[in-house]
């Protein structure tokens, strides 16, 4: 049976229906081939040390020789990688895939629970872990199969003296460096100079060899580690390419990467895409200073950038940031959760590029829908299926519903994840037998094939019966000139089982509840309307910036429990 393609006849000139995954054998074919043909090029800048893509390949290929000819890892081996945005972690992704190990990206922010559960869960067998979270890693390695770790400093790829400097003020003055035993681990320039002595061996890896335990769910609950292939990242590669192919140039791009390397969206579109393309990528080792961020893309004229809404929302409230020169700015892309209008207007208006919006999920490796890059303006879609990507909304009993009905959101194509590492519980609930992914989120497609994501399934809000979506109700509030941040959750209540209370991070400090209060009157029907609000200094946020809604719904649960008691 044939499924309807709305959306291609609304496709931009010259991108395919479908792209042809066969095209290369693995992630790393993908960048050897950019290692050649971009060889004198500049691929990573880091603290302004830049590395070529021929020294990439070099430092990248001395690490495999250290992991197979030290360390004795072979394919299928799953290498933890816990460091920032630093030059060292292209080297180590890089070398690491270039030998058929499995990777598995860790937050550095993780606490040493969490650490144990992934490092336990995963088999990994190595850990490379900046020294500033080694402390952790040395809590959590008990009853793990981690026999080696390998330890860097912030400063170690920078060179003398600026490295030197860098890792003296790390630890001696800012104290960002605990103090840890791991006697068993060895420097990273240290298995680099030992790694140059073993060559690297070929390897011979494939579609269905898995690239990445890409760990997922953790806000929600005991994370999940979502088994992406060769495959599954080659196709979305492929697919990303097609769809940005007629607005960025081969070997001329610089990529402003802020989200950090280890989290799928930059992982994929900023570390591989960018990578295939012959780009520079800027990598921001520390996002979240705003000041220093922007002197660093002072000193660029970047092409293109990506991001989550807090992040553009935080630049755009930043000193300086709107008198950066955005002459060669063509490309920001939004995605990682709901890109709220206000947010988005106020960067066209600020940098004369429009925000497109993506959609992505860890189990699609990350990209599934994205806007056209030719749009004038934000129209709050996530954007239209990109190549060889199929969409349907769902009932909750597999029905497809019709365009413009609300349902779940459920999709099927190539970068579709295997399933869950040793989940087959969890992955029989999100993936069917014929490779159709349930996704959580309510959505609704219209006529066009452009689709309009609802809210999450988890973080609906029931009122006396009416569904209430987070977003929408963020989204209006992020409108008022007074606010900064705003979270929607739902709170129990004995009349109409829950409402909503929303929590404002001020932009105008005059700003009163009242005057909050008549806005949302203005704006927002009886049942949508908050009936607590909350201001607060700051949210609680992931380590790439999404609000956590759980949190902070948690918190107001305590606190009234306590309060009852």
């Not at 080696?148 to 003296?161: K, W």
């Not at 609950?221 to 990242?233: D, E, I, Q, S």
């Not at 979506?469 to 989204?475: L, M, R």
Request: aromatic share 8%; with cysteine; net charge neutral.
């Amino acid at each position: 049976m044939s499924i309807e393609r709305p959306w291609l006849d609304h496709y931009p000139a010259g991108i395919p229906a479908d792209i042809d995954v066969s095209a290369y054998r693995s992630v790393a074919a993908v960048f050897e081939e950019s290692f050649q043909k971009f060889r004198d090029r500049p691929a990573y800048k880091n603290f302004g040390k830049v590395l070529t893509y021929g020294q990439i390949d070099e430092l990248s290929a001395a690490f495999a020789g250290y992991l197979s000819g030290e360390l004795g890892l072979k394919k299928g081996d799953r290498l933890a990688i816990m460091l920032p945005n630093l030059l060292q972690y292209p080297i180590v992704l890089f070398g690491a895939l270039r030998l058929g190990l499995t990777v598995v990206n860790t937050n550095p922010l993780y606490t040493t629970r969490e650490l144990h559960h992934q490092l336990e869960d995963s088999g990994a067998k190595a850990l490379v872990v900046l020294d500033n979270f080694a402390a952790t890693a040395e809590q959590a390695l008990d009853g793990t199969q981690v026999k080696n770790v390998i330890t860097t400093a912030v400063g170690d790829m920078i060179g003398f003296p600026k490295g030197n400097i860098i890792n003296f003020v790390v630890k001696s003055i800012r104290k960002e460096v605990p103090a840890f035993k791991l006697p068993m681990a060895v420097r990273f320039r240290d298995a680099l100079a030992r790694g140059k002595s073993h060559p690297m061996p070929k390897t011979d890896v494939g579609h269905d060899d898995i690239a990445f335990l890409q760990y997922t769910g953790g806000t929600t609950g005991v994370a999940k580690g979502a088994m992406l292939t060769h495959r599954n990242m080659v196709a979305n590669m492929l697919q990303a390419d097609a769809w940005i192919s007629g607005s960025a140039k081969m070997g001329e791009e610089i990529i402003v990467t802020a989200l950090p390397l280890y989290h799928i969206f930059s992982l994929t579109a900023n570390g591989l895409v960018f990578t295939r393309m012959g780009a520079l990528n800027l990598l921001i080792t520390n996002p979240r200073d705003m000041k220093g961020f922007v002197k660093e893309l002072s000193k660029e004229r970047f092409t293109a950038i990506t991001g989550v809404n807090t992040l553009f929302n935080g630049l755009l409230n930043t000193p300086g940031f709107a008198d950066l020169d955005f002459s060669g700015l063509h490309l920001s892309l939004g995605g990682g959760m709901a890109v709220q209008r206000a947010v988005a207007e106020r960067w066209k208006k600020t940098t004369g590029v429009t925000l497109a919006e993506a959609y992505g999920l860890t189990e699609t490796s990350p990209a599934a829908c994205i806007n056209p890059l030719d749009l004038k303006e934000y129209n709050g879609s996530i954007g239209l299926p990109i190549p060889s990507t199929y969409v349907q909304i769902w009932t909750d009993d597999g029905q497809v519903l019709p365009i413009g009905e609300v349902g779940e959101l459920c999709i099927k194509g190539p970068q579709v994840m295997k399933g869950y590492w040793n989940r087959p519980d969890e992955t029989a609930k999100v993936l069917d037998a014929n490779g159709w992914l349930r996704t959580g989120d309510i959505a609704r497609m219209d006529a066009n094939g452009y689709v309009y994501i609802v809210d999450r399934k988890k973080d609906m809000i029931l009122v006396s019966g009416f569904n209430v979506y987070p977003n929408e109700i963020e989204d209006i509030v992020m409108a008022h000139p007074g606010v900064a941040e705003v979270a929607a959750v739902g709170i129990d209540d004995e009349h109409s089982g829950e409402v909503v209370k929303i929590f404002v991070v001020r932009k105008d400090p005059a700003l009163t509840e009242e005057a909050l209060r008549e806005y949302c009157r203005e704006n927002l029907t009886g049942y949508k309307r908050p009936k607590q609000i909350e201001f607060r200094d700051a949210l609680p946020k992931t380590n790439v910036g999404k609000i956590l809604r759980r949190e902070l719904r948690d918190e107001d649960r305590a606190k009234r429990k306590a309060a009852q008691a």
